[in-house]
């Protein structure tokens, strides 16, 4: 059975661009609602710690840097089948291959600054949500 949690997290080029209303308005008009949410930034040693299943990659010294280059809103969302529905909402992770008016289709400047983050599933959605919000924080 699908969850009704997701995680997700507006990446430093969208923050920086000024993005950050616009997306999350498709969010809360997607019919998702937000349980929690702030504004920070990763240091290298954090970014490293929530991609180190990519540690072993080419690409994760430069997804470590680029994570810690600016401010970022990390949010658990609520709604049914939140994963599968904010997968499709974000749309696919190279910008010119996602559908129009998705998240990245609107948003996304490339691959590697793409706008976004999406939980790719129910476990990993309660594992990145822990790892920014204590339970506390949770609404």
């Known amino acids: 059975m699908a969850g009704n949690r997701t995680f997700t997290m507006i990446k430093p080029d969208a923050v920086a661009a000024g993005n950050t209303g616009a997306i999350t308005k498709l969010i809360e008009e997607a019919g998702f609602r937000i349980v929690a949410m702030k504004k920070t930034q990763?240091?290298?040693?954090?970014a490293g710690q929530f991609y180190?299943?990519?540690?072993?990659?080419?690409?994760?010294?430069?997804?470590?840097?680029?994570?810690?280059?600016?401010?970022?809103?990390?949010?658990?969302?609520?709604?049914?089948?939140?994963?599968?529905?904010?997968?499709?909402?974000?749309?696919?992770?190279?910008?010119?291959?996602?559908?129009p008016g998705t998240i990245r289709n609107l948003f996304a400047k490339s691959i590697e600054a793409n706008a976004i983050h999406g939980s790719d599933s129910d476990e990993n959605a309660a594992i990145e949500g822990s790892f920014f919000f204590a339970g506390t924080e949770q609404f």
């Open 52 to 99: 180190a299943v990519h540690k072993e990659r080419g690409f994760y010294g430069e997804l470590c840097a680029y994570m810690s280059s600016g401010s970022i809103v990390p949010m658990i969302l609520e709604k049914d089948n939140a994963v599968e529905d904010f997968r499709k909402l974000i749309g696919a992770t190279d910008p010119t291959k996602a559908a």
């Open 42 to 46: 990763l240091t290298k040693e954090r």
